[in-house]
């Protein structure tokens, strides 16, 4: 199924206003445009949802900070 924005935003339990700059700064889930709307696939909101399960807080903030020191 495909949803706009607003309806995304929801789905996702995120304000429309975090998913419009995770797309445009990058880290959003897929989306495609139709003209002006942009529209989300919800198999695209499960599949970005599943690649941010964690299951212990300090792995996922240590290996940010892994990364961080590799990209400088």
Known sequence: MNIR??????YLGLSKS?????RCFGGGPRYF????AVVYSTDDLDAWMSDRICTDTWATANDNQQTKRAAA
């Not at 975090?18 to 995770?22: E, G, P, S």
């Not at 445009?33 to 002006?36: A, F, H, N, P, S």
């Open 5 to 10: 924005v607003k309806e995304a935003a929801t």
């Open 33 to 36: 445009k139709l003209g002006r």
């Open 18 to 22: 975090t998913l419009d700059k995770l």
